[in-house]
């Protein structure tokens, strides 16, 4: 998207261009085609013209879409209007809804004399539909306003405009032809068994399978009518009748109207009762089976209708109150495969990050790989993001016009991401072949594993056996174990056996850190496990903390706060089991604290369980392998060494750095530290630093 989209428009120069993207886009909205922009987008573009055209009246383009019916850009046709079809001008608050009553008031020279018919803006193509004798006879789009397309083609496939109704009555009904969001998944389910690029949103889909006239498949769309009046010299009443009245009437005619929508026509006496209305429609728009892009208020009474009459493009009697959009393009950048309880392989989209009805959408769902192929989703891709209320958001498609050849095809996994079983692909949702005990596994070999309890001779083989043949079915139950259960194993000699036992029951007196970090807690890795031992000393005082007493931990926020306490409640009964088993629940030389602990005032300061060392307020980077008396350290343990020394360990170079312990094959990291002036020292110069402390 070019910079003009978001920006002022500083010059004559930009001017002309955003009117030309404007209209460009504006001619593929209206036509069916995939437009560049989103509507929001869009939206900022025109209110930038707009404001420069305020300023610059001398300057208007004749191209201009400001204050046009469609912009000027939809393709006309050669039907002429019965009456004019019209825009609505827009509010976006309630200030501007208070205004807009308020100049209408004015014009009227007192208040509205039948209050304010309020319903549901739907977010579709405009068509008029014309019925003669009973019959739909002729579609015709909205078009310039004043003459529209045939589109009579498509009478027969619209839910909710019959071709004939059961009275013999003569007159036109405007309203929005839309495809509901099940229409339009299955829209795109078709279009791809025929190789059609799919559709990018319901919006778009409506406006061209209106237009589309020889298609080999018939896609299904849906109406709501927001109007009606005479036709030739048929249903003349309706002119004079109020808006909600001549929608009772559509209805009983047997078309389907606003007031069948599940938010109906409302009508509210005053302004305050109309801009409640509008808050409930916001709050119920995420559970609408259609796209919504605002609620439209209307003067219901025909006498406030006539006096207020029209601009040149909008009636005054009529104002679309507008709704944050939910529809925002962005780029896919990658698919993520995660592995669910029940060893469910499900798809995630990582988009660059956009915000939509204000939040900041970087996740959305993909159902399955082969929602993926129907969709023909590419890395690359700009892509249709929905999200609405607390709706997950999901991808609706890509725009296909916008690609630019560097797209590149998702990988589907061909082994579980998780423990590297095969994969189950003979339903829709692929599955991990081991199902539940994928996510068994796998949480049992991060809890063995070296960083945590680090039970050398555990190795992945073995948690397989131990977990297939139902001894384990968490890692507490490592722990109880007996000789015999291990001495059935695979290959497991007397010798091993007792090795493997022994290990087992040296586990048992870990530090809490590491017990807690094999808990496998959200969020918390191994630093921060390490952080959360050293504050509260004792796996009881973690287990009494509330999340304001978390919070105390450097780098836990309130969200995860919460979160942690949750997990820590849920994993109950696997730490009582632990603790049945006799291990460890402490960390050596940390005196428990326990909620009520802490200064007079009641906060409990983090204390520094660790006294001073010679890293005191120093933080550590380790990069290269190590060598000299630290050859034999992890990572976690250099972690742990620093810590102990009263050191941070950080695992990225930052200005924040103090020191750099960069062994063989420093690259990237020992390059950024010599730029940004960090000391470098080499593990063994590290390792004196560090004397007896080393283990
Ligand atoms: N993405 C793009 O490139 C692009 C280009 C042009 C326009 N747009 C979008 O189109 C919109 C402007 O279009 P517009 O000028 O046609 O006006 P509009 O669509 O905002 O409002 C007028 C229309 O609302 C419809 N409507 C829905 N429910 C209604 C109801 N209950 N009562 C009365 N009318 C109802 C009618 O069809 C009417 O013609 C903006 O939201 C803009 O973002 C987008
Ligand atoms: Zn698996």
Request: charged share 25%.
């Amino acid at each position: 998207m070019t910079e003009i989209t978001t920006a002022q428009l500083a010059d004559a120069e930009s001017y002309a261009r955003a009117v030309t993207e404007a209209t460009e886009a504006s001619a593929a909205y209206y036509s069916g085609g995939d437009s560049r922009l989103d509507d929001a987008t869009y939206d900022r573009l025109a209110r930038a013209i707009a404001a420069y055209e305020a300023e610059h009246p001398a300057e208007i383009a004749p191209a201009s879409p400001i204050g046009k019916i469609a912009g000027g850009a939809a393709p006309t046709g050669e039907v002429e209007h019965s009456a004019r079809m019209m825009s609505l001008d827009n509010v976006f608050d309630g200030a501007e809804l208070s205004a807009w009553a308020d100049s209408l008031a004015k014009r009227l020279g007192g208040p509205v004399t039948g209050g304010y018919a309020v319903e549901p803006k739907l977010d579709g193509v405009a068509v008029a539909a014309r019925y003669r004798e009973g019959r739909l006879v002729q579609l015709v789009t909205r078009g310039d306003g004043s003459h529209g397309e045939d589109v009579s083609h498509a009478i027969g496939t619209i839910v909710g405009l019959p071709d004939r109704l059961d009275t013999p009555v003569t007159f036109e009904v405007r309203g929005e032809v839309l495809l509901t969001t099940e229409q339009f998944e299955r829209a795109n389910v078709i279009r791809a068994e025929f190789g059609a690029t799919p559709f990018a949103n319901p919006r778009n889909g409506a406006a061209g399978t209106l237009r589309a006239k020889e298609r080999p498949y018939v896609i299904e769309m849906t109406f709501w009518s927001y109007s009606g009046l005479p036709l030739d010299d048929g249903s003349a009443e309706l002119a004079s009748l109020a808006h909600s009245r001549v929608m009772e009437i559509v209805a009983e005619a047997g078309v389907q109207t606003t007031a069948a929508t599940p938010v109906g026509l409302r009508t509210c006496a005053s302004i305050e009762e109309v801009q409640q209305r509008v808050e409930e429609i916001a709050a119920l728009r995420a559970t609408l089976p259609f796209g919504i892009d605002g609620v439209v208020i209307k003067a219901d009474d025909p006498a406030d209708q006539e006096k207020a009459g029209f601009s040149s493009r909008a009636p005054r009697w009529a104002i679309a109150y507008k709704l944050p959009a939910v529809e925002r393009v962005t780029r896919l950048l990658a698919v993520e495969w995660n592995v669910g309880r029940t060893g469910v392989i499900a798809p995630r989209a990582v988009l660059e990050p956009v915000e939509i009805d204000g939040s900041t959408v970087t996740y959305a769902t993909l159902h399955n790989p082969a929602d993926i192929t129907r969709r023909d989703l590419w890395i690359g891709d700009q892509v249709t993001v929905y999200k609405a209320g607390d709706i997950i958001p999901r991808i609706e498609a890509p725009v296909v016009q916008l690609r630019t050849g560097a797209e590149t095809p998702i990988a589907f996994p061909t082994e579980c991401p998780r423990c590297a079983s095969d994969i189950d692909t003979t339903q829709e949702r692929w599955r991990c072949v081991r199902g539940r005990e994928c996510g068994q596994l796998a949480s049992i070999r991060y809890a063995v594993a070296r960083d945590c309890l680090d039970i050398d001779g555990m190795g992945h083989k073995l948690v397989t056996q131990l977990v297939e043949s139902g001894q384990v079915t968490d890692f507490a139950d490592v722990f109880t174990l007996d000789r015999e259960q291990v001495l059935g194993l695979d290959r497991m000699g007397e010798v091993s056996a007792d090795k493997l036992l022994a290990t087992i029951a040296a586990a048992k007196d870990r530090p809490l850190n590491r017990v807690f970090c094999a808990l496998g807690v959200l969020g918390t890795g191994r630093s921060m496990s390490r952080r959360i031992a050293r504050h509260f000393g004792t796996m009881e005082a973690i287990r009494a903390a509330d999340a304001t007493a978390l919070e105390a931990v450097a780098g836990i926020g309130a969200e995860k706060a919460r979160v942690v306490v949750a997990q820590i409640a849920e994993l109950a009964p696997l730490i009582d089991k632990l603790t049945a088993a006799g291990v460890n629940m402490t960390e050596p030389g940390v005196p428990a604290r326990m909620p009520g602990d802490g200064d007079a005032d009641g906060t409990a300061e983090p204390h520094e369980a660790v006294p001073a060392g010679p890293l005191a307020d120093l933080t550590v980077v380790v990069t290269g392998s190590m060598t000299g008396a630290l050859a034999e350290l992890s990572r976690t343990a250099m972690n742990e060494l620093i810590e102990s020394a009263g050191g941070r360990a950080s695992s990225s170079v930052s200005k924040k750095t103090s020191l750099l312990v960069a062994g063989e094959k420093a690259g990237s990291k020992r390059a950024k530290a010599e730029e940004l002036g960090i000391r470098v020292i080499a593990p063994e110069e590290f390792a004196e630093l560090l004397g007896d402390l080393i283990p």
